[in-house]
């Protein structure tokens, strides 16, 4: 598409090796005024990822054998994870952590066609399967098919099904509520208690937690329930649209841990001092306050980190860059068309791990509305132009 090629530089004119003094004084300018540099964000994840740990340990300690949710390994994702986060303070780590069924339970994915979203839904039917075979006579697991109503009653905990579902689908608001009630109860025992104190914010479909230390230091951490789809990269996730708010039994396709793995490819990739991440917090900042998404920001930056070779990424490139951006993007609002970056992408990169069925179907248009709504067209241009 044009939005591709004709805003795209030539890169032969941009292989002089002398710094203009002009941009760099551009940058400088950037710097003071945007905060240009990218937040210190490493410690962060790691104390985030240190506290992650620990809790799913005293988490598999208290439920590996009985019939609450096996807690994966938490999975960062989001701004602060891919190293751009346009916040100047008060950073959100998210977290992703997936879900398995115990013993004794299966997971079958269903669309849920009953709700217009940008994503797709789905709900997590959970079904009971037979636990007598190969069980050994001292195991105190109980089989929800074939053990008594009575023998199951007094000897182990109610069925998942009781607990956590809504009839025969998996509840993110009831997961969230359960989950929120362990960390409480299990803050006392971790060993970033010494250090922090916690408070877990309100929130239906997920667990936020605001870690406050004795210096000042503030830490918010969001803890999202998920599904993995198969073995791929992408995910169901517990948290709604802005937009809409689905019943909790709702689950929507996630992308997210694919971005967090693409950002992750680029940066062993790219030349040491690589600009995309500040090109992407500088782009950021500048469409605050604007109706247009970060996300639709984001995927024009994933674009072009597949169009334009990441050896022109380097730091004195960093204002061209910039301008390939924001020209990419307004050339999309002109065609009222932003290609979805992980479906239908025959660029992907091997590495990102995608159902067979997102890399066949065809590209879905994320300026949709902006096709259908000629005068939201007008707005969001004439906004950009602004901008």
């Known amino acids: 598409s044009t939005c591709e090629v004709e805003n795209i530089r030539d890169s032969e004119s941009e292989e002089s090796e002398e710094e203009n003094p002009a941009d760099m004084n551009m940058i400088c300018i950037f710097s003071r005024r945007f905060q240009l540099s990218v937040p210190k964000l490493a410690s962060g994840r790691r104390v985030v990822q240190e506290l992650l740990t620990d809790l799913l340990q005293v988490s598999h300690d208290l439920f590996s054998d009985s019939s609450f949710l096996v807690l994966e390994p938490a999975i960062g994702v989001g701004s602060a994870y891919e190293g751009w986060s346009p916040q100047k303070e008060d950073v959100v780590y998210c977290m992703f952590v997936p879900l398995k069924p115990p013993r004794g339970y299966v997971f079958h994915l269903e669309p849920d066609t009953m709700w217009e979203m940008p994503q797709i839904c789905r709900r997590v039917r959970v ?39 809504t009839g025969l689908y998996l509840d993110g608001e009831k997961i969230a509520l359960w989950f929120q009630t362990f960390v409480i109860s299990a803050w006392s025992v971790l060993p970033q208690s010494r250090q922090y104190r916690m ?7 997920s667990c936020k937690m ?21 073995n791929s990269d992408i995910f169901l996730s517990s948290q709604p649209t802005e937009a809409k708010y689905p019943p909790g039994t709702t689950w929507l396709e996630s992308f997210a841990v694919a971005e967090a793995k693409f950002f992750r490819r680029v940066s062993m990739q790219a030349p040491p001092h690589s600009c995309h991440l500040k ?25 072009l980190l597949t169009l334009i070779p990441l050896s022109e990424w380097q730091h004195r490139y960093l204002m061209m860059r910039v301008d390939d951006i924001m020209r990419y993007l307004r050339c999309c609002l002109e065609e009222k068309r932003l290609k979805h970056f992980f479906l239908g992408n025959e660029d992907m ?31 969001a241009l004439k906004e950009f132009d602004k901008l």
Not at 212 to 218: I, P
């Open 127 to 165: 079904e009971l399967v037979c636990t007598c075979a190969g069980k050994q006579p001292d195991q105190k697991m109980l089989c929800f098919l074939h053990d008594s109503v009575e023998e199951l009653k007094n000897n182990q905990a109610a069925s998942l099904l009781h607990t956590l579902c």
């Open 279 to 303: 090109c992407l917090r500088l782009c950021a900042r500048l469409l605050e306050g604007s109706d247009l998404p970060i996300y639709a920001l984001k995927t024009t930056v994933m674009h």
């Open 210 to 230: 605001k870690l406050m230390k004795a210096s000042g230091r503030t830490l918010y951490v969001k803890m999202i329930f998920c599904v993995q789809l198969g």
């Open 199 to 205: 408070k877990v914010l309100p929130s239906c479909r």
């Open 349 to 379: 990169p091997e590495e990102i791990s995608l159902p067979p069925a997102f890399q066949e179907a065809q590209p879905l248009n994320l300026f949709q509305h902006l096709a259908q709504d000629p005068a939201a067209q007008t707005k």
